[in-house]
Each structure stands twice: as structure tokens, then as C-alpha cells.
């Protein structure tokens, strides 16, 4: 049996309150008691210690969406004057030749950021079958793989496997309502509900996909469509790309994890947490392709509610705490004081929450798994979460992975890798 006592001069557990000089008892890469340094020093003498001292100890970062694939494609973007132009160059750069080596360097590099971050869990969608997976799978980070489909894909659980372990799990993730004809989402729906697996969508990121759900003239038939030589398909006219698939019964009996989620009302955010579902916000893809901002006043209630760098086809660079601090500096006035610990918040468990993980992950509480990072910040604030926002990927120090160590700066006196 393995066992590891953790302290530390802050632990922020994100469900219960900050605990000054606390301790952390792991066992088999889960935790087993969290308290007072002092009494857990006393109460397991004998077992090594880990006397991590000044900084910040709290759950790995859940980076709930992102396309590490697609690295690449961002040094071929141009100019793009909304999401209808910026998504004719993604479809044109990915018809051109690419090769296996530059999509595999992208996810390697990606890997290599988000690690350096304090990102431990990540919602990766997989787009070149499966090309990203060996590579997730030895990086040592904790991965929900979202193979992207669309109608083509057809049975595609014959396709894909859909493997599951202590780290690594597939879900099936339909890529939009604009292209993925009602059939096939209700095919990937019926899957889902039988096997009791969750699935992933991109939802309500564009007014052009209002437009397209109002039978309204809109980009993706007037330009999308014959670019990629899809031919318009029937559905149901609905307001809003939320209540389309609520017609559709995409959210019945089903756990759903809904991306972007910019264009939907107030009125059914309540909806939302009715039907349980997992929102993922993507603060600077939203603001780099220009589609808007969600309404965070109403989303901010929600407890399923995580966030996401996206690719960097939509983004400047994977680096998550940007994004953290891109996202307080946006909504922090609107959500008042509670904003640095909200922010956090989107970045541990609601985002555990968010991939359905928060059983497991998210939080420092008896039984979840000791997925772990150490900061240091250069400058802390009085408010232990403003100052998680403040730092920098080099204030992270160590990244722990269901008890094991995959990134570490700081010397580790005993063995916690094995």
C-alpha cells in the first residue's frame, strides 16, 4: 500500500473553505484524510512526508475543451471578419495536405503547455481518428477523447472503441446542429442512452446558428455547405439552437456536455439545470472569433459549469491560466465578490462537473482521486484564489496524477511516482 502525507501552507479544497497549514494523506492514489498539518504529522507518523511549504496547493486544472490536434492549423489562419469566414479557412487548411507528424507534434506540444499549466484533466476532441490517443494516453494527464462525428461517420461505434480505464475514457461528440443532420443525432443520442455513456456537442456559439435553426438566410448553407459539398438538410424550425435538440429529446435520460453555449436566452438557463447538462465556456475563442459572450449572470448559477482554451485554430495559445485571467477580467465585475473564487471554481470541479467526472476528480474531499498541483505565486494576494489567478505557468510546481507525479520544479525528497 502506498501512502504519502502532502502539506502545505494553503490547501483549497474548492468544496469546503481554504485550509491554512494543512496535510493531505494519500493512499493509493487517492485521498484518505485532508486536516491541520500538525494533527495529521502526529496522527500518521512514520509515513513520508512531502513539506511543500509556501504556496498553494488545490485540485489539477480541468481544461474541459480542447482540439490539441489542430495546432497547426493556426499559422495558416488569415484575416477573418466573423465565425462563417474564420470556419471557410479551418475547412480549406484542412483539405490541404497535412501530415501525420505535424498533427502528432501539434498534440505533443499541446500536452507539453497544458502540463506546464497545472492542467491535469483534459475534453479533448479527436478529429484525425484517433491520432491523439497513444500520445494522451502516455502523457500521464487524466482524458474524456471526444471523437468528432458527423452523418458520414454512420455506425460509428463500429469505428471507434469507445475505451475506458483509470484515466482514459471515449465519448461519442457530434460536432453541431448545423452538421449533423437530426438522424444522426438522434442515432448518437440512442447509442449514448442505451450504453450510458455521456456525450459532447458543440451548442449555441454562433448567430449564424440561430439563424440556421430559424430557417433564416445563413452562412453555413450560403458558403459552408458548397465547400464542402453538403447538401441542406430538413429539420424542425426552433428559436434557439438550445430547444432545437430539447425537440430532438437530445437531453432526455442522456449526460451531455454542451460547448460554448454564447447564444441561449436567460429564461433557459433553468432548463439547462434541469436537464443536468455540462456547459463548457470558452472565453477567448468566443472573443477571437467574434460571436459574443454567454449570458454569465444566469450561467453562474449553474453548478455543471466548466471552462476551456478551445485549439488553437480559434485561439492564441493553450496556456490556461490566460484563460483564467481572460475570464475574470471579463466577468468579475458582473459577478462581484465572488468572482476569483468562481473562477477557480470553473477550473477544478466545475469543470470536473462539466465532463461528469466530479465523483472522481475536482476537489479535495475522502475518496477523490489525488489529482493534485502545487503554485508558488510570485505575488500573492491576501485572497488565496486571486492569487491562483495571478500566477504564471512557472509558478507551477508540481502536477500530480492520481498520485503520481508527471510534472514537478521542486525537489521531491521521497518517492510518490510509483
Same mark, same amino acid.
Not at 74 to 81: D, L, P, Y
Given at each position: 500500500m502506498e501512502k504519502v502525507l502532502i502539506t502545505a501552507d494553503t490547501i483549497l479544497p474548492i468544496s469546503s473553505p481554504p485550509l491554512i497549514k494543512g496535510s493531505i494523506l494519500i493512499v493509493d492514489g487517492k485521498i484518505r484524510e485532508i486536516g491541520k498539518a500538525s494533527k495529521l504529522k502526529k496522527k500518521y507518523q512514520g509515513i513520508p512526508t512531502l513539506e511543500l511549504g509556501d504556496g498553494?496547493?488545490?485540485?489539477?486544472?480541468?481544461?474541459?475543451?480542447?482540439?490539441?490536434?489542430?495546432?497547426?492549423?493556426?499559422?495558416?489562419?488569415?484575416?477573418?471578419?466573423?465565425f462563417i469566414s474564420w470556419l471557410k479557412q479551418i475547412i480549406k487548411a484542412r483539405m490541404a495536405d497535412t501530415t501525420?507528424?505535424?498533427?502528432?507534434?501539434?498534440?505533443?506540444?499541446?500536452?507539453?503547455?497544458?502540463?506546464q499549466c497545472g492542467v491535469t484533466t483534459i475534453g479533448e476532441i479527436s478529429s484525425y481518428g484517433g491520432l491523439d490517443k497513444p500520445l494522451l494516453k502516455k502523457s500521464g494527464m487524466r482524458t474524456v477523447l471526444f471523437p468528432e462525428l458527423f452523418d458520414w461517420h454512420g455506425?460509428?461505434?463500429?469505428?471507434?472503441?469507445?475505451?475506458?480505464?483509470?484515466?482514459?475514457?471515449?465519448?461519442?461528440?457530434?460536432?453541431?446542429?448545423?452538421?449533423?443532420?437530426?438522424?444522426?443525432?438522434?442515432?448518437?443520442?440512442?447509442?449514448?442512452?442505451?450504453?450510458?455513456i455521456p456525450l459532447g456537442i458543440h451548442l449555441a456559439e454562433s448567430p449564424d446558428e440561430v439563424k440556421f435553426l430559424r430557417g433564416e438566410e445563413n452562412g453555413f448553407e450560403k458558403k459552408i455547405f458548397p465547400l464542402i459539398g453538403k447538401e441542406p438538410f430538413v429539420r424542425d424550425k426552433t428559436d434557439t439552437p438550445f430547444q432545437y435538440l430539447k425537440g430532438l429529446k437530445f437531453f432526455n435520460g442522456t449526460k451531455v456536455t454542451a460547448v460554448h453555449m454564447v447564444q441561449i436566452l436567460p429564461e433557459e438557463v433553468e432548463e439547462v439545470n434541469k436537464h443536468d447538462i455540462g456547459i463548457v465556456l470558452c472565453p477567448r475563442s468566443n472573443f477571437f472569433l467574434k460571436v459574443g459572450t454567454p449570458p454569465l449572470k444566469y450561467l453562474a448559477k449553474l @453548478? !455543471? &459549469? *466548466?471552462?476551456?482554451?478551445? +485549439?488553437?485554430?480559434?485561439?492564441?495559445?493553450?496556456?490556461?491560466?490566460?484563460?483564467?485571467?481572460?475570464?475574470?477580467?471579463?466577468?468579475?465585475?458582473?459577478?462581484?465578490?465572488?468572482?476569483?473564487?468562481?473562477?477557480?471554481?470553473?477550473?477544478?470541479?466545475?469543470?470536473?462537473?462539466?465532463?461528469?467526472?466530479? @465523483? !472522481? &476528480? *475536482?476537489?479535495?474531499?475522502? +475518496?477523490?482521486?489525488?489529482?493534485?498541483?502545487?503554485?508558488?505565486?510570485?505575488?500573492?494576494?491576501?485572497?488565496?484564489?486571486l492569487s491562483v489567478i495571478s500566477c504564471s505557468k512557472e509558478d507551477v510546481k508540481l502536477v500530480i496524477v492520481r498520485g503520481k507525479v508527471v510534472s514537478s520544479k521542486t525537489e521531491i525528497p521521497i518517492n510518490i511516482h510509483d
Open positions: 498553494i496547493l488545490l485540485p489539477g486544472f480541468v481544461n474541459a475543451h480542447t482540439h490539441l490536434e489542430l495546432g497547426w492549423i493556426g499559422k495558416r489562419i488569415g484575416k477573418f471578419s466573423g501525420r507528424e505535424e498533427i502528432e507534434t501539434s498534440v505533443e506540444e499541446g500536452i507539453k503547455m497544458l502540463l455506425d460509428f461505434w463500429e469505428i471507434f472503441s469507445f475505451d475506458k480505464d483509470d484515466t482514459f475514457e471515449e465519448r461519442p461528440f457530434p460536432h453541431a446542429t448545423y452538421s449533423c443532420s437530426p438522424e444522426f443525432l438522434k442515432k448518437v443520442w440512442r447509442f449514448n442512452h442505451q450504453r450510458g @453548478e !455543471r &459549469i *466548466g471552462i476551456g482554451t478551445d +485549439g488553437l485554430s480559434s485561439n492564441f495559445n493553450l496556456d490556461f491560466l490566460e484563460e483564467l485571467r481572460f475570464f475574470y477580467l471579463t466577468f468579475g465585475k458582473k459577478l462581484g465578490k465572488r468572482a476569483p473564487f468562481f473562477t477557480i471554481y470553473l477550473a477544478t470541479l466545475g469543470g470536473a462537473r462539466a465532463l461528469f467526472l466530479d @465523483e !472522481r &476528480i *475536482g476537489s479535495i474531499d475522502k +475518496g477523490k482521486e489525488a489529482d493534485l498541483i502545487f503554485l508558488s505565486p510570485k505575488n500573492p494576494f491576501p485572497d488565496p484564489y
